[in-house]
C-alpha cells in the first residue's frame, strides 16, 4: 500500500469511528469525559501465560515530581495520549504510529480497559508506554482525598491484572498538573512522577486535523511532551503529518521513558 492510500484508509477508518469517539478532553478546561452508551463491560483478564510484566514505574534522579518535558539537548519528543475512545480509532493511530517508526505513551482510563481489556496487551506488545489516567476521568485536583486516592488506585489495579504492573506512569485527569495532595497520592501508589505536558494543541475540540497539525509543529521541541487523545478522528489524521514533520526536524518520537532516561 502507498502512504497516500494508507493515509486514506486511515481517514476512513477514523471519519467512522468520530462518531462514537468520547468527549474526553482532559486539558485545563474542564472538558468532561463522556462514557460511550454502546460498549460492553468485560472483566479485566490477566497476562497471558509466559507474558513477562509489563514495565514498572521509574524515578529519575534530579527531576521534579511534575514532569512537563524532557531534556531540551536531545532530538527527541513524547507524543503523550489519554486512552478511552473508540478502540478502531486507537488501533488505527497505534498502526500509523509504528508504520513510522515512532512509539508513543498512553495514559488510559481504568473504565476503558475494563471495556476493551485487549488494548493494554496491543499497546505493551507495540512497544509503547502504558500508565495510569485515573479510573473514572473525574476532575481528581477537585476529590477529597479517599475519593482521589481510589481514582488512582483502582486504575492501579486494572493496570496490574492485565499487564502485571501498575504502568510506568501517573497523568491526573481533567487537569495539567496535580496538586500537592495528588501528587502525594500517586507516589503512595508507586508512582514516583506525575506526567504532564508543555504542548497542548487541545484536538479533543475537533478543531479539524490541519488545525491539530499546526498547534503541535507551532510549540513542538527537543524534549517536548504533547498532550493528545486517542477517541477524537482528527487525532488521527493529524497524525502522519505530524510524524512526516518530526522526523524531518531530526525529532524522534519516542516513548516518555525513553525520553528522560
Known amino acids: 500500500m502507498t502512504p497516500t492510500d494508507r493515509r486514506t484508509a486511515l481517514r476512513t477508518a477514523a471519519g467512522l469511528a468520530a462518531a462514537s469517539a468520547f468527549a474526553a ?37 534530579g527531576q521534579p515530581v511534575q514532569l512537563t518535558h524532557g531534556p531540551r539537548t536531545r532530538p527527541r519528543v ?60 473525574l476532575d481528581i485536583n477537585a476529590l477529597s482525598e479517599a475519593d482521589a486516592a481510589r481514582e488512582i488506585a483502582e486504575c492501579a489495579a486494572r493496570l496490574k491484572r492485565l499487564t502485571g504492573s501498575v504502568g510506568t506512569w501517573f497523568r491526573p485527569s481533567r487537569t495539567a ?6 501528587e502525594t497520592l500517586a507516589r503512595r501508589a508507586g508512582y514516583p512522577h506525575v506526567l504532564s505536558y508543555d504542548v497542548d494543541p487541545l484536538d479533543f475540540t475537533s478543531p479539524g486535523a490541519p488545525a491539530v497539525t499546526r498547534a503541535v509543529l507551532d510549540e513542538v521541541r527537543p524534549g517536548s511532551v504533547v498532550s493528545l487523545h486517542f477517541g477524537y478522528a482528527d487525532t488521527v489524521a493529524a497524525l502522519p503529518a505530524v510524524l512526516d514533520e518530526l522526523h524531518r526536524r531530526g525529532l524522534r518520537a519516542v ?3 525513553e525520553l528522560f532516561s
Do not use: K, Y
Open 78 to 137: 513524547a507524543l503523550t495520549f489519554h486512552g478511552n475512545g473508540d478502540p478502531a480509532t486507537a488501533r488505527a493511530l497505534l498502526g500509523e504510529a509504528e508504520q513510522h517508526g515512532a512509539r508513543i505513551t498512553v495514559l488510559a482510563v481504568g473504565t476503558w480497559l475494563d471495556e476493551h481489556p485487549d488494548m493494554a496487551r496491543r499497546i505493551l506488545d507495540g512497544g509503547h508506554d502504558l500508565g495510569n489516567h485515573t479510573q473514572r476521568h
Open 177 to 182: 498538573r496535580a496538586s500537592p495532595l495528588v
Open 25 to 61: 478532553g482532559c486539558a485545563s478546561t474542564g472538558a468532561v469525559a463522556h462514557p460511550a452508551p454502546h460498549a460492553t463491560r468485560a472483566s479485566p483478564r490477566p497476562p497471558a501465560p509466559g507474558t513477562r510484566p509489563a514495565p514498572s514505574p521509574r524515578r529519575f534522579p
Open 255 to 257: 516513548t516518555t521513558t
